[in-house]
């Protein structure tokens, strides 16, 4: 059993309300659309990621017979439902923003046509998957922001929650621009170019600092890229510099040097000095060490001369973000469209299309909330994905959906590209049919209920 493909990585009321819809017959066409409420604190957009483990996740639902023999063990399921469950398959149809996509607070991201069993089941997976794939891909769309151009690895899989949230983190940062990622796995599984220097721990298993470097060189020539803060920074890099004629005379360039803790700016400047001074104008200064986009912003905005930086913890966990209020509701069931109204939580009914209006420069204007069959002016962002169970397209490649969100951040107004919270949000307008939809369904619930006999 892969404990990440099993329909049974849900909460325990998904399986009770299958169970309660077996029992009444109710396997209606529902569907359910996920979308963001509310932005966190200091976002001013979001950066849709993880369609594709989705997809994945529903084309192969199903139980294994180890997972209906604990079903039907716990002793909460009658066993005509158990034997339903064998033949239960993800049929129905995915329509989604495509990942590497902007969007804001309202608007539909994903949409799931199926019967009701199925679309209920999927309801927690789902949201796993999205909410934190873009999490992540938001948080590390700022760093790519701020440091336009710079060389950014992400650095995350020691402090991540899990395995399963390292590796799709590394995936999430190189969809929003990340040029790469330290876990060698996203490299074997995604084709993510993987980064990576030597450990502290190599310095100090050698009693010799230089030997220590000329011992890595030797073995790895062509990415030879020195740690040079274990002891004193700038005494370090003057060893490079000595090394330097020694290690070219055998073939190997020194290709960079990666501080990881200390006065970054201070450093770089005082590296870059030694550096330049001793020959080596094109060896870089690559920075690690408890960085995230504000600490970026500050370092480049001090001018220290920093090629590229490492991130791990702050990006793996969205140390300043780490959850979005993010659902996923019923909007139709067999024909008719619902709306849930509770205070602060009303959702806006129907099967939804976001369209997305462009001024003349390219750049976003505004968005329209419409039903799907309430055509507006502008790019309709959601789009088939799958259709009867399995996906209208083969797997869409990272480099298509890391151009596609490059375009979605260069599209931003200026002003929603900063790290605090503007004070002039995105507009996002509702439809005017959309909007009569939801006032008639709430003058219906005002009416007296049905008295059952």
Do not use: C
Not at 99 to 113: D, Y
Not at 307 to 329: E, I
Not at 382 to 390: F, N, S
Not at 408 to 414: K, M, Q, S, T, V
Request: charged residues 25%; glycine residues 8%.
């Amino acid at each position: 059993m892969n404990p990440l493909a099993s329909p049974l990585l849900t909460d325990l009321y998904q399986l009770t309300m299958l169970q309660a819809y077996f029992a009444h017959g109710m396997e209606g066409t529902a569907v359910f659309e996920f979308f963001v409420r509310k932005l966190p604190p200091n976002r001013n957009f979001m950066m849709a990621a993880g369609l594709d483990q989705v997809l994945e996740f529903l084309e192969n639902l199903r139980f294994s017979q180890d997972e209906l023999e604990w079903v039907e063990a716990s002793g909460l399921f009658r066993p005509d439902f158990v034997k339903h469950l064998e033949r239960l398959r993800f049929t129905g149809d995915v329509s989604a923003m495509p990942e590497g996509t902007i969007f804001f607070p309202h608007e539909p991201i994903l949409r799931v046509v199926a019967p009701m069993p199925q679309a209920q089941l999927i309801e927690s997976r789902l949201i796993n998957l999205v909410h934190f794939e873009t999490v992540v891909a938001s948080k590390a769309a700022r760093s790519v922001l701020v440091a336009p151009g710079k060389l950014l690895v992400d650095f995350g899989l020691r402090r991540a929650h899990g395995a399963e949230a390292g590796l799709l983190a590394a995936r999430a940062a190189y969809i929003a621009g990340y040029s790469g990622t330290a876990t060698v796995l996203a490299g074997a599984q995604f084709g993510i170019p993987v980064f990576g220097t030597m450990a502290h721990s190599f310095i100090q298993a050698h009693d010799d600092e230089a030997r220590a470097f000329t011992d890595f060189a030797r073995v790895f020539p062509k990415s030879t890229v020195f740690l040079i803060d274990t002891y004193d920074t700038e005494t370090a890099a003057a060893k490079v510099v000595a090394l330097a004629p020694q290690l070219k005379r055998a073939g190997i360039a020194v290709k960079g040097v990666r501080l990881d803790s200390g006065d970054l700016v201070t450093l770089a400047r005082n590296v870059r000095r030694i550096l330049d001074q001793g020959g080596l104008p094109e060896t870089t200064i690559f920075a690690s060490g408890n960085l995230d986009e504000y600490r970026i912003r500050d370092v480049l905005a001090a001018r220290a001369p920093i090629d590229g930086f490492g991130v791990g913890t702050s990006l793996v966990t969205s140390s300043d973000a780490p959850f979005l209020d993010a659902v996923y509701k019923l909007e139709e069931y067999a024909g008719r469209p619902r709306r849930k109204r509770s205070a602060g939580k009303a959702t806006w009914p129907g099967r939804k299309q976001v369209y997305r209006r462009h001024r003349g420069d390219g750049v976003f204007d505004h968005d329209v909330v419409a039903l799907e069959d309430d055509t507006q002016p502008g790019e309709p962002l959601l789009h088939k994905a799958m259709q009867g169970g399995r996906r209208v397209a083969p797997p869409e490649i990272l480099e298509a959906i890391r151009a596609r969100a490059a375009r979605g951040l260069a599209g931003l107004p200026e002003h929603l590209k900063g790290l605090e919270a503007t004070t002039t949000p995105y507009t996002v307008k509702i439809a005017p049919r959309l909007r009569a939809l939801a006032a008639q369904l709430d003058r219906a619930s005002a009416e007296p209920a049905t008295v059952l006999p």
